[in-house]
Every structure is written in C-alpha cells, then in structure tokens.
C-alpha cells in the first residue's frame, strides 16, 4: 500500500522568508508525484507535479520540488514566500502499474504575514 | 472552458435521511474521483471511475455509500442512512486519464448531519 506523510502540519512565515515543506512517500515502485494547493475559497488547483526526466520540476507561482528517489521525497520550495501563498498544500502520489489511486497526505497550512 | 461543477453546494440533513452528492467532470475527462475532506484530516479517496467502470470501491468507508457514473459523464455519490460522522466536505476531480494526468477540483459539497 501507497503512503504520503506530510511533516509540518502548520507553518507560519513573513513575508520573503523561505519555505521548504516535507513530503516523503511509501511505495515498491515507481510513482508520479503532485503538489496540489487550495487558497483560502478556492477548488484545490495544482501546483506541480513529476513524472520522469529531471527531478527538480518547476510550478506555478514560483514554487519548485526535488524529486530524490533515495529518500522517497518531494519537499517543495519556495526562496521567498508572499503573503498570497497562504493556503493549505497537499503532496500525492500515484503508483504506476498500481490500482491508480491517488493517496494524498494530510496537508500543510501555511501562513504568511504580511 | 468550464470546470468541474458539483451539486448542492451546501447540504444540511437529519441524521438517517438518504442524500445524494452529484459531480460534473470536465467534457472529454475520461477519468473521474470522489474524495472526503475532513477537518485536519486531508484527503481521503473513496472511489475512481475510468468511463462508466469503477474499478475499486474499497475506498468506500461502508456499505451505506454508493456511487454511479453514467454515460461517462455525470456522477452522483450516494450516502443511505446517514450519520453524524459522515458530516465533511466531498470532492470531486476529473482527469483526461488514469494516474498521469492532473487533476481537477470541483468545488466540493460541504455535507452537515445533524
């Protein structure tokens, strides 16, 4: 079975701090990976996502992720956070060849003040 | 072109009435979820759809949910004998297919049982 955990529950910042929020994964094979993000009103949208190739993807807004396989991990970054980033933000994954359910973690709220 | 749409958008209901959740995915989207939000609790899938076909219903949290696609279009999420517990937000997304593709949020269905 497929498993995300999202490490900080709740983080708040000032503006132009930067930002690094945790997602590791448990999976036996290969997987896609998402960020997905639901500002304060709105649908869930997504902000990036990897399936192959190079494993630092680049999103909306921004915002970055590393993929390593090594440490079943895909922490998104941003150097310098705006007061419009607060918003809840939720890393998923996919196993390929598996029963294509996505598992999502349980989320990230993030604050910033302006 | 027009996004996910979900109806009501609100539902208030007496614990042990039948409630029905519906979902318009996307035109094209072949692929289509229903997943529970609830309070710090993140995403819980419950069901996908690939066409008409829900291939996994273990997601299901009982018997008393069902669900249904027709035409492989519309959705609709039924909850029989509902219970307090089932009060949270239901969301829908659709995708262009299974596992590699991004999906989109509807706005969700905010279910309170009293």
């Known amino acids: 079975a497929q498993s995300v955990s999202q490490h900080n529950h709740h983080v708040i910042l000032s503006e132009a701090a930067s930002l690094e929020l945790g997602c590791n994964y448990s999976?036996?094979?290969?997987?896609?990976l998402f960020w997905y993000v639901q500002y304060p009103g709105q649908h869930l949208q997504l902000l990036l996502k990897?399936?192959?190739?190079?494993?630092l993807v680049k999103g909306i807004k921004g915002f970055e992720a590393e993929f390593i396989k090594s440490k079943f991990s895909f922490n998104l970054r941003k150097p310098s956070v705006q007061w419009s980033d607060t918003a809840e933000y939720f890393c998923?994954?996919?196993?390929?060849?598996?029963?294509?359910?996505?598992?999502f973690g349980r989320g990230t709220s993030l604050i910033v003040h302006p | 072109g027009a996004g996910v749409s979900q109806s009501p958008s609100n539902k208030v209901t007496e614990k042990g009435k039948d409630v029905e959740l519906r979902c318009d995915p996307i035109?094209?989207?072949?692929?289509l979820y229903w997943y529970r939000q609830s309070l710090g609790q993140g995403l819980e899938f419950l069901i996908y759809?690939?066409?008409?076909?829900?291939?996994?219903k273990s997601g299901l949290p009982s018997d008393r949910f069902s669900a249904e696609r027709t035409g492989g279009s519309v959705s609709t999420l039924t909850i029989q004998r509902t219970q307090q517990e089932d009060s949270a937000v239901y969301l829908c997304?659709?995708?262009?297919?299974?596992?590699?593709?991004?999906?989109?949020f509807g706005p969700g269905t905010r279910l309170l049982v009293l």
């Open positions: 997304a659709s995708s262009l297919r299974l596992a590699e593709e991004t999906q989109y």
């Open positions: 999976y036996g094979g290969t997987v896609n």
């Open positions: 990897y399936f192959s190739g190079d494993p």
């Open positions: 998923a994954v996919i196993g390929k060849g598996g029963s294509y359910i996505p598992t």
């Open positions: 035109s094209g989207h072949t692929a």
């Open positions: 759809f690939q066409g008409n076909s829900a291939p996994d």
